[in-house]
């Protein structure tokens, strides 16, 4: 049974950085990073193509998050970082991250593109 692992969150000012890591006991195709608040629904972050071939280590990322967030891929770990910086107040949630998520060639930032998930970990960013 394939499992993800998160680790890295915790509580920061703005302005400020986080690190959050993903260990996968398999790689599948495509790994994205999705966070959630309670009353919201969990949106997607940024993504990161795992699989080899010429695709490999293309990233996406949401709106709100580019050229602040960064996804990276360390194969020979299983694992795909998100590096946080100049976070706000408004990127507290609850992180997950998943893989699958492949369509048409693209890593999708969709959650129900993707099939298995890890437990998450708190990220709180105060202002």
């Known amino acids: 049974e394939d499992q993800l692992v998160e680790t890295g969150g915790g509580s920061v000012q703005a302005g400020g950085s986080l690190r959050l890591s993903c260990e996968a006991t398999?790689?599948?195709?495509?790994l994205a990073w999705f966070r959630q608040v309670p009353g919201n629904e969990r949106e997607g972050v940024g993504s990161?193509?795992?699989?080899?071939?010429?695709?490999?280590?293309?990233?996406s990322y949401a709106d709100s998050v580019k050229g602040r967030f960064t996804v990276s891929l360390d194969n020979a770990k299983n694992t795909v970082t998100l590096q946080m910086d100049s976070l706000r107040a408004e990127d507290t949630g609850l992180y997950y991250c998943?893989?699958?998520?492949?369509?048409?060639?693209?890593?999708?930032?969709?959650?129900?593109?993707?099939?298995?998930w890890g437990r998450g970990t708190q990220v709180t960013v105060s202002s």
């Open positions: 998943a893989t699958g998520g492949l369509s048409k060639g693209v890593c999708r930032l969709r959650p129900s593109k993707y099939r298995v």
């Open positions: 398999r790689l599948n195709y495509c």
């Open positions: 990161i193509y795992t699989d080899n071939g010429p695709k490999k280590g293309t990233t």
